[in-house]
Nanobody, 123 residues
């Protein structure tokens, strides 16, 4: 059974940093991608950043480029999202998800989802 568990969310002041972790288990796939998505109150869920397991390709939404960094530790089956220079508009529930074949960063492509972790950025 595939499980994704996020951690690292919390309350931070604008300009601060947080690191989210996504611990994956139950994976038997050779080629997959892990993505971070977020959903703010009253808004659609959006792709923030995604990474391919096979070649390390990454994607970043324009709104987070230069501030967020996605990385993976394959030995620990964990993907991280380092978030710097946080802004109030980054406030959302952040989800990690797994795409079990291929690479992409569209929500509808992803097969498995974590429960989400709340990130709140105060002004």
């Amino acid at each position: 059974e595939v499980q994704l568990v996020e951690s690292g969310g919390g309350l931070v002041q604008a300009g601060g940093s947080l690191r989210l972790s996504c611990a994956a288990s139950g994976f038997t796939f050779d080629d997959y991608a892990i993505g971070w998505f977020r959903q703010a109150p009253g808004k659609e869920r959006e792709g923030v950043s995604c990474i391919s397991s096979s070649d390390g390709r990454t994607y970043y939404a324009d709104s987070v480029k230069g501030r967020f960094t996605i990385s993976s530790d394959n030995a620990k089956n964990t993907v991280y999202l380092q978030m710097n220079s946080l802004k109030p508009e980054d406030t959302a529930v952040y989800y990690c998800a797994a795409l079990t074949s291929g690479y992409g960063c569209y929500e509808e492509e992803y097969d498995y989802w974590g429960q989400g972790t709340q990130v709140t950025v105060s002004s």
